[in-house]
């Protein structure tokens, strides 16, 4: 182990001048704390020797380092396996970068290599279909990632148990291409799969629970099945709340949703009452021209609308306008629903 020093008492001598006394005091390979981090940043990593770097440049975000590491490499192995893994590591290097296009070259190139040298229903090949159909939804070829998807889960189906959270995960991804799609009856029963699944490995409480929730109850939304909806939303919520602090961000998005489903309901008032929760949290929690507060205060401007109080529906309309003016670009579809709205008005 190379020498490690704990940082002390920090003192600054001069205060007019940045300089300070830094207190150093010299570990040992007995210190145990030490031994834990150690042990955690080598299992984080994965590997061994130069694989473990790359490892890590990917993890903290050194994205051309671990490519530059990751070509040479790749030059220098003869062993199939080990190009495999190269290909992927790069696939995952040009995916970060958003350069889809040489991600999904990298990633069918070590996917071939892997259909070769290992058998049909291989974890590893499960990873590799996975990792080119996440590609595909990012880049809106929905047909095209849902068919690598597809592939990911009939591995997991045959080789997992069937209360694998990584099957759970690979019926998320599936139902989201299908919403992307619009299919949402499709898309609610492979959420419907996956929050089976979650419900019986995760704490009753658990972040993964409630986005699930989420999710189901929007499929519920979109097919027009707004109870239903609501008892969805209304579950992650209550996780949220317990878990979260009060301004988090992702407790406004559960008050909108219930929001929504109340409008979509003809609950007027109970829905304006959970968008203002939004918007008092968005305010708190996010920047002061965030596009998230703009939806809060057009989800406000439409309440109003629809109950006829045309003067504080354009307020709130225009006050979204604002924020969207500044914060997105020129063409996106959310400045053209604030000027239609208040066009409207």
Aim: proline letters at 4%.
């Amino acid at each position: 182990m190379h020498t490690v020093f704990r940082i002390g008492e920090i003192i600054q001598i001069d205060k007019n001048n940045p300089l300070y006394l830094v207190e150093l005091k010299l570990t040992s390979d007995d210190d145990e704390q030490l031994r834990t981090l150690t042990k955690h940043i080598q299992e984080q990593a994965g590997g061994t020797g130069w694989e473990r770097i790359g490892s890590l440049l990917l993890k903290i975000n050194q994205l051309d380092k671990a490519e530059e590491l990751y070509e040479l490499l790749l030059e220098q192995t003869s062993d199939e396996s080990k190009k495999a893994l190269y290909y992927t590591q790069l696939g995952y290097v040009k995916d970060d970068q958003g350069d889809y296009k040489k991600a999904i070259w990298y990633y069918k190139r070590g996917l071939e290599i892997r259909q070769k040298i290992l058998p049909a229903n291989h974890p590893a090949l499960a990873i590799s279909y996975n990792n080119i159909g996440l590609v595909y939804n990012n880049m809106g070829e929905y047909l095209k990632a849902l068919s690598f998807y597809e592939k990911t889960c009939e591995i997991f189906e045959k080789t997992l148990p069937a209360n694998d959270p990584d099957l759970a995960t690979s019926y998320s991804n599936i139902a989201r291409v299908y919403d992307n799609m619009s299919e949402y009856s499709k898309a609610l029963s492979s959420y419907t799969k996956a929050l089976k699944i979650c419900e019986t490995t995760l704490p009753a409480n658990h972040p993964d629970l409630a986005t699930l929730y989420n999710n189901v109850g929007g499929m519920h939304q979109n097919m027009g099945e707004y109870s239903k909806a609501l008892s969805f939303f209304e579950k992650a919520l209550e996780i949220r709340q317990k878990t979260l602090t009060a301004n988090h961000p992702s407790l406004a998005i559960s008050y909108n949703n219930i929001g929504i489903a109340y409008k979509s309901m003809g609950k007027y008032p109970e829905a304006l009452s959970l968008y203002e929760k939004a918007r008092e949290i968005c305010q708190k929690a996010l920047p002061e021209n965030h596009p998230s507060l703009a939806i809060s205060y057009h989800n406000i401007g439409e309440t109003y609308d629809d109950m006829g109080e045309y003067l504080k529906a354009l307020s709130s309309y225009k006050k979204a306008l604002e924020i969207r003016e500044q914060a997105l670009p020129a063409n996106h579809p959310g400045l053209a629903a604030s000027y239609y709205k208040i066009g409207l008005v």
